[in-house]
């Protein structure tokens, strides 16, 4: 079930820390996206948040450090910097990608391709309102989806928590795809998988997996390397 408009905006902003956040941006732009924008939207609760910040990111993050505390990791060469507290929320904060709707047009999915700040509302320019909706995964190009091959994993772990499907192309995209999956690091498959394994129904999904030859690959992975990821 979705939440709109005005009842959503009181939603995130009744959070104390959202509302400490889009208070200490002064008016500048600030917007929440991602994941946390796609599960508040579906009524669920989400540990982790997203912003994009066009302004100074490590002086931002400072003055929301001596508010509500928690530690300070900074990725990328400064580019993300997250604030991790101790009851497990993170918040990374990102420098965009060029203009808003080109950022989110670099994103795994639609679904994840959503912002949202107290000024505009929802931005959707990729229809994910509708996938979600729909409950359906579609990635946004097939360069996203191999720029960072563990996504394809992703596909069926946000299919599964959304009870749904994975649209036609995006799935014949993995299909083709799916070996890539060997370049990324078994600790993050493992992550990824037991996300899977946590959602309602991982059987089925584990089944669609199977079939586009996806689980095959990642079960090709050294038993040594597995043994030592399942401890």
């Not at 996806?214 to 050294?222: D, F, N, Q, V, Y």
Request: with cysteine; proline share 3%; hydrophobic share 40%.
């Amino acid at each position: 079930m979705l939440i709109l408009s005005k009842k959503f905006n009181d939603k995130i902003l009744k959070d104390r820390y959202n509302a400490i956040i889009f208070q200490k941006s002064r008016g500048k732009d600030l917007y929440l996206v991602g994941g946390y924008i796609r599960d508040t939207l579906r009524g669920l609760r989400s540990t982790d948040r997203d912003y994009i910040v066009t302004h100074d990111i490590r002086n931002f993050v400072n003055e929301i450090r001596e508010v509500i505390n928690g530690t300070v990791v900074v990725f990328k060469k400064g580019e993300t910097i997250r604030l991790a507290l101790k009851d497990g929320l993170t918040f990374d904060f990102s420098k965009p990608m060029g203009p808003l709707e080109e950022d989110l047009s670099k994103r795994d999915f639609t679904v994840n391709a959503i912002a949202w700040s107290p000024h505009t509302g929802i931005i959707d320019p990729y229809k994910g309102l509708e996938d979600i909706k729909k409950r359906k995964v579609r990635s946004l190009s097939d360069k996203n989806l191999i720029s960072d091959p563990l996504r394809i994993l992703r596909a069926y772990r946000f299919a599964a928590e959304l009870n749904g499907t994975i649209e036609e192309c995006t799935r014949k995209s993995i299909k083709i795809h799916h070996k890539r999956i060997k370049k990324t690091s078994p600790e993050r498959i493992t992550f990824e998988l037991f996300h899977l394994l946590n959602s309602d129904n991982p059987a089925k999904y584990l089944m669609m997996a199977l079939v586009d030859g996806l689980l095959k690959t990642i079960l090709s992975i050294p038993e040594i390397i597995l043994r030592y990821n399942i401890k």
